[in-house]
């Protein structure tokens, strides 16, 4: 068996079919439709106790959850794709550091905004707030990590994939072109990059 990815459009799934693309790897696409909370299904939950996208198997059926553990799985298991510096080199602090922050971060503020009726009794307000927050936090990672176009500079790397994917939520790409340039030119770099444009256009517009 191959690898097994599920997820759906525009969900955390996009950044690990970018992997793979990255990666030259195939994987069967499993849809999870979210509209349709089909994450919640049981037999989904049995697969995924949680309830989220994505989930990857691994071709041995090893279960992987979390975007970030998947990320770093594929990464580990195909080092000739360059998709991290080795360890002994400084970028990949550097990538690690952009990458994790996002996920530990934003992902908050993106569960809050797409499902604010769970945590408490003024929806509107808590998304309010979780929009003010994730600008908050893409200020930071505008000003410190100063992409140009990548993380990493000319280097792909996995942080460039969140980040990309990641900017395209929350309804922010308007704001996003206006207030975060050089995430938008990131997510763009990431949108065009030759390996990677196919796999970017099942979930997204191209960013302007």
């Not at 360059?82 to 970028?91: E, I, M």
């Not at 994917?165 to 763009?188: C, F, K, N, T, Y």
Request: proline share 8%; charged share 25%.
């Amino acid at each position: 068996m191959g690898y097994v990815l599920y997820g759906d459009r525009r969900s955390g799934s996009a950044m690990v079919e970018l992997a793979l693309a990255a990666i030259g790897a195939e994987a069967e696409l499993r849809p999870v439709p979210l509209e349709r909370d089909a994450q919640l299904a049981a037999d989904y939950r049995r697969i995924n106790p949680m309830g989220r996208v994505p989930t990857l198997l691994l071709p041995d059926g090893t279960v992987v959850t979390e975007s970030s553990a998947i990320l770093l799985t594929l990464e580990a298991r195909h080092p000739e794709a360059g998709l991290l510096p080795p360890g002994d080199d400084a970028r990949r602090a550097t990538a690690l550091r952009w990458m994790l922050l996002a996920a530990s971060e934003l992902y908050p503020c993106v569960t809050r905004y797409d499902y604010p009726e769970r945590f408490g009794a003024e929806p509107a307000s808590i998304r309010a707030r979780s929009v003010a927050m994730a600008r908050e936090t893409w200020g930071l990672i505008e000003a410190g990590a100063r992409p140009d176009p990548f993380v990493l500079g000319s280097r792909l790397s996995l942080a460039d994939l969140v980040l990309a994917v990641m900017s395209r939520w929350m309804g922010q790409e308007d704001w996003m072109s206006a207030h975060r340039p050089r995430i938008q030119a990131l997510a763009r770099a990431v949108a065009t990059h030759p390996r990677l444009a196919g796999a970017w256009a099942r979930h997204f517009a191209v960013p302007a």
